[in-house]
T-cell receptor, first 114, second 113 residues
């Protein structure tokens, strides 16, 4: 199957700083990418949907100014957590799909804000 | 509304015993169903998926799942559990063409010797 790579796998940052997470489709062109968040011992919740070249669509309750999503190319989407705080510590997972094809998940990024 | 229900939050089984994890879904279109496993601190690993064809799907690590449209279920089974199967299991439903996925709340599996 297709490969979606997330980087970094884990990151620790200081409170108040920003951190960028990358999601790459390695062997296909991803027209759509989804970003999910998983709180400890909970399920994955969709944060936003991004289509290449368009602004991301955020789910209700997700702060678009805090979680900046960029999908500038068909193989890369980035999620930037701005002015991170400890409550932003979570597991972030992306999925990517080409037009009219199934979606594939990245391995996830564990963010710890100290 | 689209949703996935995993009724069992936590299951404990003895090593070598059989396992069944339940998953019920509500989805307004033809469902594309998945089971993922997540070890502590790790990402999601796809166990198996179903979109069409034979309703009994074989996956990796000896897992299988059966799609029952009449019951809106997609239960995961394994005949003999190994200690390494201890993990969190998520059922998910989506559309084939890359729409968002809806995840269940997960079932935590503990395997005792």
């Amino acid at each position: 199957g297709a490969v979606v790579s997330q980087h970094p796998s884990w990151v620790i940052c200081k409170s108040g700083t920003s951190v960028k997470i990358e999601c790459r489709s390695l062997d296909f062109q991803a027209t759509t990418m989804f970003w999910y968040r998983q709180f400890p011992k909970q399920s994955l919740m969709l944060m936003a949907t991004s289509n290449e070249g368009s602004k991301a669509t955020y789910e209700q309750g997700v702060e678009k100014d805090k979680f900046l999503i960029n999908h500038a190319s068909l193989t890369l989407s980035t999620l930037t957590v701005t002015s991170a705080h400890p409550e932003d510590s979570s597991f972030y997972i992306c999925s990517a799909s080409a037009k009219n094809t199934e979606a594939f998940f990245g391995q996830g990024t564990r963010l710890t804000v100290v | 509304a689209q949703s996935v229900t995993q009724p069992d939050i936590h299951i404990t089984v003895s090593e070598g015993a059989s396992l069944e994890l339940r998953c019920n879904y509500s989805y307004g279109a033809t469902p594309y169903l998945f089971w993922y496993v997540q070890s502590p601190g790790q990402g999601l690993q796809l166990l198996l998926k179903y979109f069409s064809g034979d309703t009994l799907v074989q996956g990796i690590k000896g897992f299988e799942a059966e799609f029952k449209r009449s019951q809106s279920s997609f239960n995961l089974r394994k005949p003999s559990v190994h200690w390494s199967d201890a993990a969190e299991y998520f059922c998910a439903v989506g559309a084939y063409t890359g729409n968002q996925f809806y995840f269940g709340t997960g079932t935590s599996l503990t395997v005792i010797p």
